[in-house]
T-cell receptor, first 115, second 115 residues
Framework: GNSVTQMEGPVTLSEEAFLTINCTYT??????LFWYVQYPGEGLQLLLK?????DKGSNKGFEATYRKETTSFHLEKGSVQVSDSAVYFC??????????????FGSGTQLTVLP | KAGVTQTPRYLIKTRGQQVTLSCSPI?????VSWYQQTPGQGLQFLFE???????NKGNFPGRFSGRQFSNSRSEMNVSTLELGDSALYLC??????????????FGPGTRLLVL
């Protein structure tokens, strides 16, 4: 079945540091890939997505490239801010027959950015 | 455009009771999915409704049920509550669940505590 493996957390960085959160997936076809972010006490917000191989999703300084050859979708940001502190979830959605399919999530990575 | 709304935001119940949670999707969205989030199991898919029909169901016992109304609003019900049902229940809406690249937009969640 489909699965997503995320880098174990928690991750603690100083402000302006470089961020990488690793995400790899297993799927039998060509899924769409997503990064969601969850701030304390809130629901999930879409951060970025990519729908086919070599696509790069980007938003608010975050980027992730859909790498089919390595089945990866690593999240990166060049300079993190305190306001980026949150839990980040990698997810995939795959629909082999065209019928509705759910999001499959990774376990989440807690990021704390210190001033 | 208003986002996904969920009511109530917080709920305390005792074992054996039943509970109903409500979700109003983004205007124009016809698909509603429900997810359970717990520290131990992470984010798990419960079910998805589209045009008042359940299209997809996760691996949860029959105590968990749902429905969707003609205005796309959805409710989920949990009967005979157990301590392990304590979780954040998230609702997500999308306009067309057929396409894997379609974004699911999440509500703030209902936090259920079972005592």
């Amino acid at each position: 079945g489909n699965s997503v493996t995320q880098m174990e957390g928690p991750v603690t960085l100083s402000e302006e540091a470089f961020l990488t959160i690793n995400c790899t997936y297993t799927a039998t076809g060509y899924p769409s890939l997503f990064w969601y972010v969850q701030y304390p006490g809130e629901g999930l917000q879409l951060l970025l997505k990519a729908t086919k191989a070599d696509d790069k999703g980007s938003n608010k300084g975050f980027e992730a490239t859909y790498r089919k050859e390595t089945t990866s979708f690593h999240l990166e940001k060049g300079s993190v801010q305190v306001s980026d502190s949150a839990v980040y979830f990698c997810a995939l959605r795959y629909s082999p027959s065209g019928s509705a399919r759910q999001l499959t999530f990774g376990s989440g990575t807690q990021l704390t950015v210190l001033p | 455009k208003a986002g996904v709304t969920q009511t109530p935001r917080y709920l305390i119940k005792t074992r054996g009771q039943q509970v109903t949670l409500s979700c109003s999707p983004i205007s124009g969205h016809r698909s509603v999915s429900w997810y359970q989030q717990t520290p131990g199991q992470g984010l798990q898919f419960l079910f998805e409704y589209f045009s008042e029909t359940q299209r997809n169901k996760g691996n949860f016992p029959g105590r968990f049920s749902g429905r969707q109304f003609s205005n796309s609003r959805s409710e989920m019900n949990v009967s005979t509550l157990e301590l392990g049902d304590s979780a954040l229940y998230l609702c997500a809406s999308s306009s067309n669940p057929i396409w894997t690249e379609e974004t699911q937009y999440f509500g703030p969640g209902t936090r259920l505590l079972v005592l």
